[in-house]
């Protein structure tokens, strides 16, 4: 979803139209490669019973399926002059002189922008030809993003994904809380009894974890939450619903992309150190903003047991390094240049210290490949460091509960769109 964020953020800043298609019985339209048999459908009359039908073209359901239309459909795009991206292969980059078509395509959805009218015309055109599309006209829902129109600029949200949540899970009544977890709750795997129906449990984390993809403000809560589905018990599932009375209180929340044209990277990261008692493993959390507008955000439990907290706030510096790299490679596609070196937040002197110093210690030579990597990118001028104070530190709610998370974004940051909820219901 960061691509879609990604594209949609820099469509608004340029002005870009933004148009959505979908494709006809997409994996119909697809050869195979291989010999493929099938046992005779019922009701199909045949003259011998051991007799199979051998498919000439996909069927949905087919593990070759979606490779196969990928295919076909790059295919058709590169001969239309259109180049694959290399920092994501679902992406399609027409680009001749100063005009740029932009091609995303998820399966049989497809998201159309660029500032070559004529060529988004043509595109249309040559696919209805090749699979017979359906033009569902300016994008407003896409892949469950619902994107709203602001005089400012645009709101991504999941109101109605959030809504049919509340009603699956017969929370539509429920009480509202003011943030998605007590921010006194310590989670262990011993909580609480085991449930009898695991596969309540993990379908409603796996929905909430779709959720997160407009609300940075849960990430935090499903990624801890996830952490106990092979064995859940009730004192998880009873953390999960306090996730759902803090989601019905914030139906109106999505993301605010703005059209001012301001293109400047800043990226923030923290952790928390040792914060899981069963393990003693850190939690790392980075967000990066694109002229003020959210592209992308984690929260992740760190790999290895980290033996400080300076160690805890590297590891996480390391993370988001990695995605700026990739980040800004994918912008550079997008014809957004002039982005470096790009500003990184950091809460912890010693972190910053340990990047800029050119030489290792005793104390971090067990980190000496993040160390090589975050210097390297620092010198290379990808990065700038920068120290903030925990207070002003966007990705504190990414390491930790925190009370009052989504009046602080939408108050202060203005990261989270109000207006979802009233544009929505019209």
Request: proline share 3%.
């Amino acid at each position: 979803m960061t691509t879609i964020r990604t594209i949609i953020v820099v469509a608004v800043k340029k002005g870009w139209p933004m148009y959505q298609l979908d494709v006809n019985n997409a994996f119909l339209h697809v050869d195979l490669d291989e010999k493929v048999y099938m046992r005779i459908p019922q009701g199909l009359n045949v003259s011998a019973p051991t007799m199979v039908c051998k498919l000439d073209k996909c069927l949905y359901g087919l593990k070759q399926a979606s490779r196969q239309w990928y295919s076909k459909l790059s295919d058709s795009l590169i001969s239309k002059g259109y180049s694959v991206s290399k920092n994501d292969y679902s992406l399609f980059i027409k680009s001749i002189g100063s005009h740029i078509t932009i091609v995303v395509v998820y399966v049989d959805d497809i998201l159309l922008s660029g500032n070559d009218e004529k060529e988004m015309s043509s595109l249309k055109l040559f696919l209805d030809a090749q699979f017979k599309i359906k033009n569902l006209g300016h994008l407003h829902y896409f892949l469950g993003l619902e994107i709203l129109s602001e005089s400012g600029g645009v709101i991504i949200c999941q109101r109605k994904f959030a809504l049919d949540l509340l009603s699956e899970f017969n929370c539509l009544d429920c009480n509202v809380v003011a943030s998605p977890l007590d921010v006194n709750l310590k989670l262990s795997i011993e909580d609480g009894e085991p449930l009898s129906d695991l596969f309540l449990y993990r379908k409603l984390i796996g929905k909430l974890n779709f959720l997160t993809n407009t609300r940075p403000d849960l990430a935090f809560s499903v990624q801890l939450l996830s952490q106990f589905m092979h064995a859940p018990t009730s004192s998880h599932l009873s953390a999960a619903y306090h996730v759902l009375k803090y989601v019905k209180g914030t139906l109106g929340q999505g993301l605010f992309m703005s059209v001012a044209s301001d293109f400047s990277l800043h990226a923030y990261c923290d952790s928390d150190w040792a914060s899981f008692p069963s393990s003693r493993r850190s939690v790392s959390g980075y967000l990066v903003l694109l002229g003020g507008s959210l592209l992308t955000w984690k929260s992740k439990k760190q790999h290895t047991v980290s033996l400080s907290s300076v160690e805890a706030e590297y590891h996480s510096m390391r993370r988001v390094v990695a995605e700026l790299a990739w980040l800004t490679r994918l912008l550079h596609e997008l014809s957004v240049t002039s982005i470096f070196p790009v500003p990184l937040h950091c809460d912890s002197q010693s972190a910053i210290y340990i990047a800029r110093n050119p030489l290792f210690h005793e104390r971090t030579k067990h980190i000496k490949l993040d160390c090589h990597f975050v210097r390297e990118k620092l010198q290379d001028g990808l990065i700038s460091l920068s120290y903030l104070p925990s207070k002003l530190q966007l990705a504190d709610m990414l390491t930790k509960s925190l009370s009052g998370v989504t009046l602080r974004l939408q108050s202060e940051y203005k990261l989270l769109g109000a207006n979802c909820k009233e544009k929505a219901g019209q």
